[in-house]
């Protein structure tokens, strides 16, 4: 069991099966997928095969809790907590899509987490007035910020505080898929 107290937590569940249990709601995996816990809500995973998720607290907190019992709070406002990959959703860019999984639809107010496909490219220098995590699923490229650059692949997990310059070049042929957490903010396209 495990709980960020006093914050909300956004999970990425990569891949496995089972069920996602918060507070006394249960829910079937069904990877990958994003999954929103809300502020005081505690979540328990049940693996019916090995499960890789990716857990987020926003704001950050130096560890999750571990409490004895999972408690029963469960926020029945916003019923829906769990968000799957549907092309049907996405929002095209030239070649670039994102699609927005945890968001204000499903309860989440002061973060985001979307997924997305940069074809081979590299993005203008930016910055952004929120925090930004990025995973990166497939594909692999290079990070730049003012100083400096290194290279990134699948498995790769990217922290970018607010207001840090960076670009993220794409080099696979095949393009790059990533997972990103947005907070505070809800639209990863917004820089400046």
Known sequence: MLQ???????????TGQGTIEIGNRSFALQSPCGVYVRTGEAFRLAAATPVIAYISACPAVEELDTPSELPG??????????????E????????RWFQMLVDKRIGSTTAAQFIG???????????????????????????????????VAAGDVIFFPRKH???????????????GIIHPGDNPGVNY
């Open 165 to 179: 310059l960076h670009s993220l070049e794409c080099t696979a042929p095949e393009g790059m898929d990533v997972v």
């Open 88 to 95: 049907t959703n996405r929002t095209a860019m030239g070649p």
């Open 4 to 14: 960020a107290s006093g914050t909300d937590a956004i999970l990425w569940v990569t």
């Open 117 to 151: 496909h940069i074809p081979t490219s590299r993005a203008e220098m930016h910055r952004h007035l929120y925090e930004e995590a990025l995973i990166i699923m497939s594909g692999h490229g290079i990070i730049w910020n003012e100083t400096s650059a290194a290279r």
């Open 73 to 86: 709070l469960f926020d029945d406002a916003w019923p829906d907590r769990m968000v799957a990959i549907d």
